[in-house]
C-alpha cells in the first residue's frame, strides 16, 4: 500500500487586530530627597558643671529656618531638647542662640544661608553648631535665665510708663526718628551675648540698657535725667565699653547700642562740663 504524500503548510503569523503599541518603561526616579544636614546642639541640665554636644542629621526643606530644624529634632528625634520661642518671625527675639559662633535669633536664620562645606575643599560638610547665649545663667540646653538681663533694665529707668495720651492732632517732637529706633530693642540678649567686656565684667550693665539709658536721656518724657546719666557714668558703665562694636553687629533690630553709649558719653561729658561752669545739667 503506497503512503500519502502530506503537502507542508507554512505557518502565518497571526497579527491581532488593533494591538496596543508596546509600553516604554519609565526611568525616571521621583524628585530626589530633601538634602540632609547634621546639627551639633549644646546640651546642658541643671548641675552639668559643663554642656556637652550632641549630633543630629536631618533633612532639610529649602527655606527652613535654624528653628524650624531645632523643632523638627525636637519632635523627630529628641523631645527632651530644650529650645525657647515664640512669634516665629523675629519679633519677640525669644530664639536667641549662637549659630557657629554667632549671636543670631534662630527663627531669622536660613539654614541654606549657613555654608555646608569648606570653600574650595573636598572636606564633609561641617556641623552647624548651636550653641546657648553667652553672659547669662544658663538653664537647659539652648535655654538661658534671662531675669538677669531684664533687671538692667530696671536699672535704667525702663519700662517707660505713659502718663497721659497725645492730645488730637498733636505731632510727634522734631527730631524723634533721630533715636527712635532705640525702641526697636526686642530685649532678645544678643547683645550681651557678644560683648567682650560682659564676658569678663559680669558687673557690666550691659549695651542694651545703656541703650535703653540713652533713650531716656535723649527724651525723657518727664522725667529727670540726671539718675540715668549718674548710671551712665559709673565705672561699670558706658567708660567700661571699649567701643569693640560687636552689640551693634549683631543686632537684629538695629538698634545700634554702640551708638547710644557714645551718645551717653557725649551728654555726660558735657553735664560734667556744665558742673564746673557752675551751669544747671
Known amino acids: 500500500m503506497s503512503a500519502k504524500k502530506v503537502r507542508s503548510v507554512e505557518a502565518k503569523p497571526t497579527v491581532e487586530a488593533d494591538a496596543p503599541p508596546a509600553m516604554e518603561l519609565s526611568l525616571d526616579p521621583g524628585p530626589p530627597p530633601p538634602p540632609t544636614r547634621v546639627f551639633r546642639i549644646s546640651r546642658r541640665r541643671s548641675g552639668d558643671r559643663k554642656p556637652h554636644f550632641d549630633d543630629f542629621e536631618i533633612e532639610v526643606e529649602p ?29 519677640c527675639g525669644t530664639c536667641g542662640v549662637r549659630i557657629n559662633g554667632r549671636e543670631s ?57 505713659r502718663n497721659a495720651d497725645v492730645a488730637s492732632g498733636g505731632e510727634p517732637p522734631d527730631g524723634i526718628k533721630a533715636f527712635g529706633r532705640f525702641e526697636n530693642c526686642i530685649e532678645c540678649g544678643l547683645c550681651l551675648s557678644a560683648c567682650p567686656i560682659a564676658r569678663t565684667n559680669h558687673d557690666y ?19 529727670q535725667r540726671g539718675p540715668v546719666l549718674a548710671l551712665a557714668a559709673e565705672p561699670d558703665s558706658v567708660w567700661r565699653c571699649r567701643a569693640v562694636l560687636e552689640c551693634s553687629v549683631v543686632c537684629p533690630s538695629a538698634v545700634e547700642p554702640a551708638l547710644a553709649l557714645l551718645t551717653l558719653r557725649r551728654h555726660i561729658a558735657a553735664s560734667r562740663a556744665r558742673r564746673l561752669l557752675g551751669r544747671k545739667s
Not at 72 to 91: F, K, N, W
Not at 148 to 153: C, L
Open 63 to 91: 527655606g527652613d529656618t535654624v528653628l524650624d530644624a531645632l523643632l523638627r529634632i525636637r519632635r523627630t528625634q529628641e523631645p527632651s531638647l530644650v529650645v525657647r520661642h515664640s512669634c516665629m518671625h523675629a519679633s
Open 105 to 161: 535669633l534662630a527663627c531669622d536664620t536660613k539654614v541654606d544661608s549657613l555654608p555646608a562645606k569648606p570653600a574650595k575643599t573636598a572636606k564633609p560638610a561641617q556641623p552647624i553648631k548651636v550653641e546657648s547665649l553667652a553672659n547669662q545663667r544658663p538653664v537647659a540646653d539652648l535655654a538661658t535665665d534671662m531675669v538677669d538681663f531684664y533687671a538692667r533694665f530696671e536699672a535704667a529707668g525702663l519700662p517707660l510708663v
Open 205 to 223: 550693665i550691659g549695651p542694651a540698657a545703656l541703650a535703653a539709658a540713652a533713650r531716656i536721656v535723649e527724651e525723657p518724657r518727664g522725667r
